[in-house]
């Protein structure tokens, strides 16, 4: 696999534009010469110290402004959308999925701010995020729950102008590098609907009573840190509240389907990337026959099915955002995105597997760090199933909320408030 800087393919010509070109070539470059195994060996540390949090790559990409790549230009951001997002990461996770994945992690709760944050709060947190200062967690999930929204048992109780927050969040991606975190906590009893029962608030990392467990490294993703936070009667005061209070559904849906999936889909594109450069690679250098093994029609029937899969899934993931950057509706290409994104690079990893043989099985062998990331695509934003259920109600014209349509209006960003003082 190549670290070099290379050209966007001609397929992507409809959805870049000379900014995402420029951007492209950058975004090589970064992970070439601070993130390669072999240029910069950050990967290999990375790998040999899976219970350490990389905290070096979050801060060379902090330095470029890349924690703001959606933010307005009037917060100190890049204002440069969708597509320029789903740039950057898919090519850092093309050399490593876990230097994307905390891009990724922070331009989550971003966009939450970006949609649900009132002007002066933008105004207050995203100029940090843009000049480095400050990295952002969302935290949804929680022990019991699982990623079931409707199932958050955190609860927050106001108390005079303040809001005391009490429970338990876990798989919180860089929860160990976040200065805030967007908490989504239940404000309302028992039986009210969950459209109007939840509520987020931004949640300062040294609040007193919030704590979290040390890092732990998972099955794969070395490096990146998504653990548990607790909190414990933390008090955040009444202006800390992100959007309306009972708009916590909103902002957690929202940010799932607009910036988790298309994130999580560039994510699965890197490493699909990265297993077929892998694959072809090795079966055109390793000789047998009089040959190579790349001659075999046996296998060249298998790269070309990994090689079909790798071409749909890179048209479905910047199709998806450049209809998002347009203000179209397009919450189900977001959803298909993800879903299919990660199927097909987790089958074309199967198969580089099976075809590099016993090979595949060593230890420091890079197929193994890729299969191993490919599964962390699968379970955020919502498992298969959970996609698969939001396409059906696509087919069935169930679908009545379009965040992609309702949350269109990115120009509005970076107007002040008309009603400020």
């Not at 989504?184 to 467990?213: C, H, I, K, N, Y």
């Not at 090795?282 to 296998?299: E, F, H, I, N």
């Not at 790269?303 to 199709?319: D, F, H, K, S, T």
């Amino acid at each position: 696999m190549s670290a070099t800087p290379t050209t966007p393919p001609p397929a992507l010509r409809p959805y870049l534009t000379a900014g995402h070109d420029l951007l492209w070539q950058e975004a090589d470059a970064f992970a070439a010469e601070h993130v390669a195994p072999h240029v910069a060996p950050r990967v290999a540390r990375m790998e040999a110290a899976p219970g350490r949090v990389e905290r070096k790559v979050a801060g060379l990409l902090a330095a470029r402004g890349w924690f703001a790549v959606t933010v307005p230009a009037v917060f100190g951001g890049l204002g440069a959308g969708h597509v320029a997002r789903t740039v950057l990461v898919h090519r850092i996770a093309r050399v490593s999925a876990a230097a994307a994945a905390i891009l990724q992690a922070t331009l989550i709760p971003v966009g939450a701010l970006l949609h649900f944050a009132t002007y002066e709060q933008k105004g207050r947190w995203l100029p940090r995020v843009a000049d480095g200062s400050l990295l952002l967690s969302i935290a949804v999930t929680e022990p019991l729950g699982g990623g079931h929204i409707g199932g958050i048992e955190t609860t927050a109780e106001r108390a005079g102008s303040e809001w005391v927050i009490t429970g338990s969040k876990i798989h919180i991606g860089n929860s160990h590098l976040a200065g805030s975190h967007l908490v989504v906590a239940r404000t309302a009893a028992a039986g009210v609907s969950t459209s109007q029962a939840l509520t987020a608030f931004m949640v300062e990392a040294d609040r007193p009573g919030l704590s979290g467990l040390d890092h732990r490294g998972g099955l794969g993703l070395h490096g990146f840190s998504a653990g548990r936070l607790d909190l414990d009667h933390v008090r955040v005061p009444e202006d800390n509240v992100v959007g309306e209070v009972g708009q916590g559904l909103a902002v957690a849906q929202s940010s799932s389907i607009l910036y988790g999936r298309p994130n999580l889909a560039a994510v699965s594109l890197g490493i699909h990337e990265a297993v077929v450069d892998t694959t072809t690679s090795r079966l055109k250098t390793r000789p047998r026959y009089q040959g190579a093994l790349s001659d075999l029609p046996v296998l060249r029937d298998r790269v070309g099915g990994m090689e079909a899969r790798l071409r749909a899934g890179r048209i479905l993931a910047y199709q998806a955002v450049h209809l998002l950057d347009q203000g179209l509706p397009c919450d189900a290409d977001l959803i298909n995105s993800k879903y299919l994104g990660h199927q097909w690079a987790m089958q074309s990893t199967q198969d580089a597997m099976e075809l590099h043989g016993a090979h595949a099985l060593d230890r420091d062998y890079v197929l193994q760090r890729l299969w191993r990331d490919i599964q962390h695509t699968y379970p955020p934003a919502g498992t298969g199933e959970v996609q698969r259920i939001r396409l059906a109600d696509a087919a069935f014209d169930e679908d009545h909320i379009q965040w992609s349509e309702h949350l269109a209006a990115e120009a509005a960003w970076a107007r002040p408030d008309p009603t400020a003082a």
